[in-house]
């Protein structure tokens, strides 16, 4: 039976924009893309000596359990040349598993819902924008009430691409 999954997607090399983008479009083989976040932009939490992500959410409706989901996640991380060399570090791509559904599981490769996501406003501002009523399955409050009683002051502001000139 299909789940709705949360997807949080982030870059900060190369094209970053362009990265989730691509990442958005691979997950489309895991599942049917419900919606999709705006981009947004935000400076670095934990280890600050990197540049600025992009971050976005996608709603995906899957049929596959959640280790296989992230099986696929890595997977697409892989393609798009990402590489774990430095924790919290800078990458080409990262994909984690926000919510499935509501499915409570804490494994060593997995843990759902992720367990920072509560306290991330860079998660959060675009998981309200797409799934407000959404509830975390262990705090038993919307992502619109959990991004209220957040004090995280780290910037997150909606992307804007540069114009091109014409």
Partial sequence: MPVIAYIGI???VGDKAANCLRAIEFLAEAGRIIEVSSLY????VGFKAQEDFINAVVA???DRPPAELLAICRA????????RTVR???RTIDLDILLFGDLVMNH???VIPHPLMAARKFVLAPLVEIAP???HPVL???TSQLLGELRDAHTVLKYKPPHKKQ
Wanted: negative net charge; glycine residues 10%; without cysteine.
């Fill in 60 to 62: 995906l409706e899957t």
């Fill in 76 to 83: 697409i991380e892989e393609r798009l040349g990402r590489r």
């Fill in 10 to 12: 982030g870059s900060n």
């Fill in 41 to 44: 932009y935000t400076e670095p």
């Fill in 133 to 135: 009523d959404a509830v």
């Fill in 88 to 90: 919290l570090g800078p």
């Fill in 108 to 110: 060593p490769d997995l």
């Fill in 140 to 142: 038993n409050k919307t």
